[in-house]
């Protein structure tokens, strides 16, 4: 029973660096969120995908990337990371219906130096 | 627009000890409700919702009640356990063009200590 599952937990970037994060879901869930979360500011939604091929942006788009290419996958995409990109990034996912609740992951911590 | 205020911390309280972490709301509509927790090292896990006014949501001995006449959705818990230390966050879900969108508090940490 796995439910979501981002890779890597922990990861230490270069300034300029790429990398790519990694969100898995076995619930057959439609809708897969990435936040990012900050001291003091709570969880800011960045990109967010309501199903498989598609995805939109969220509160904080901008230096990441992101593709739904399986419904069960939902990657996150740093294609020069920075300082400011430290944070700890969580995955979430959610069957599409009104009212049913958000699975999230264990969350992977970045630091940029 | 739409925004979520938490009070904040850290609360520290002695085990036993009433606990209630106020949580207000800004919305043009009727959103749902709720409160996610956050142990250490894991990720936000759901602990009580409510999806409309007057709700009472209710899990391991928390309670919160949707009070829409003063937009508020507090936290309750009669007696906090060290168990209990963590992070928690409240947040609302509303239609926002068509998606539902969720916005979350800045969370408060709660510290109970023996």
């Known amino acids: ?113 | 627009g739409d925004s979520v205020t938490q009070m904040e911390g850290p609360v520290t309280l002695s085990e036993e000890a009433f606990l209630t972490i106020n949580c207000t709301y800004t919305a043009t509509g009727y959103p749902s409700l709720f409160w996610y927790v956050q142990y250490p090292g894991e990720g936000l896990q759901l602990l009580l919702k409510a999806t409309k006014a007057d709700d009472k949501g209710s899990n391991k001995g928390f309670e919160a009640t949707y009070r829409k006449e003063t937009t508020s959705f507090h936290l309750e818990k009669g007696s906090v356990q060290v168990s209990d230390s963590a992070v928690y966050f409240c947040a609302a879900r509303m239609n926002s063009g068509g998606y539902q969108k969720v916005t979350f508090g800045t969370g408060t940490k709660l510290q109970v200590i023996p």
């Open chain 1, 1 to 113: 029973n796995a439910g979501v599952t981002q890779t890597p937990k922990f990861r230490v970037l270069k300034t300029g660096q790429s990398m790519t994060l990694l969100c898995a879901q076995d619930m057959n869930h439609e809708y897969m969120y990435w936040y990012r979360q900050d001291p003091g500011m709570g969880l800011r939604l960045i990109h967010y995908s309501v199903g498989e091929g598609t995805t939109a942006k969220g509160e904080v788009p901008d230096g990441y990337n992101v593709s739904r290419l399986k419904k069960q996958n939902f990657l996150l995409g740093l294609e020069s990371a920075a300082p400011s990109q430290t944070s700890v990034y969580f995955c979430a996912s959610r069957a599409g219906q009104s009212n049913t609740e958000a699975f999230f992951g264990q969350g992977t911590r970045l630091t940029v130096v």
